[in-house]
């Protein structure tokens, strides 16, 4: 029986995916859980766009909602295909063999965390972005000025540890699943998961400094 319960990619993901390599490939749950965390990256996106209309000067429409949230799950769908294809192609370096559809279908678990960080930084961010009140403004040096100084507030700060938190978790859990769908020892798909996901935490760690 194929083993479907996401939450053991959480709780041991090492046993998780040892035991899913001997299912058949599926995408049916690797594309719900990207499209469940697309849609709580929208919740995100769409708390911070209220800042950006602010500055801009942007009357909120009916629409917006919906572009968002549309936005937010083409990114989510798009990230997964890509995250997966610098795992494949870092681990034709060091070897690995793996099939693609399953390295898909196991990077799908690693987004988990990101849904999970969502729910956690919503309520953080809402208040926040409610109660600000900015005047618009129309030099772009100034919008830029007033969004780093908005980045530094200890709300702002939080919300990127969360999710900075998330991706370390998500990287975790990726190792597993690139180690059991490629064939590679841990350490080797340590490496390989470690590189990108190193490089995109000192991302979010230069942009709050």
Not at 57 to 68: C, E, F, K, Q, S
Not at 132 to 159: F, K, S, Y
Request: glycine share 10%.
């Amino acid at each position: 029986m194929e083993n479907t319960n996401p939450i053991l990619a959480l709780l041991a993901p090492g046993d998780f995916f040892a035991a899913k390599k001997e299912d058949p490939v599926g995408l049916n749950i690797p594309a719900l859980l990207v499209l469940i965390t697309g849609l709580g990256g929208a919740g995100v996106a769409y708390l911070n766009s209220q800042i950006q209309n602010q500055l801009i000067g942007h009357t909120p429409t009916v629409l917006d909602p919906v572009l968002t949230l549309i936005v937010a799950i083409l990114t989510a769908y798009l990230t997964w295909v890509i995250v997966t294809g610098i795992f494949a192609a870092l681990s034709r370096v060091l070897y690995g063999g793996g099939e693609f559809l399953r390295l898909l279908q196991f990077t799908s678990y690693g987004f988990i965390p990101g849904f999970i960080g969502s729910v956690i930084t919503i309520p953080v961010l809402a208040p926040f972005t409610g109660s600000l009140r900015l005047p618009a403004l129309g030099d772009p040096q100034m919008i830029g000025a007033m969004v780093e100084q908005i980045q530094h507030t200890p709300t702002m700060q939080t919300a990127a540890l969360i999710e900075m938190i998330c991706l370390l978790w998500s990287g975790y859990i990726w190792i597993f699943g690139v180690r059991e769908a490629e064939d590679l020892a841990t350490r080797h798909a340590a490496i390989v998961v470690g590189i990108p996901v190193i490089i995109a935490v000192a991302v979010k760690v230069l942009g709050v400094l």
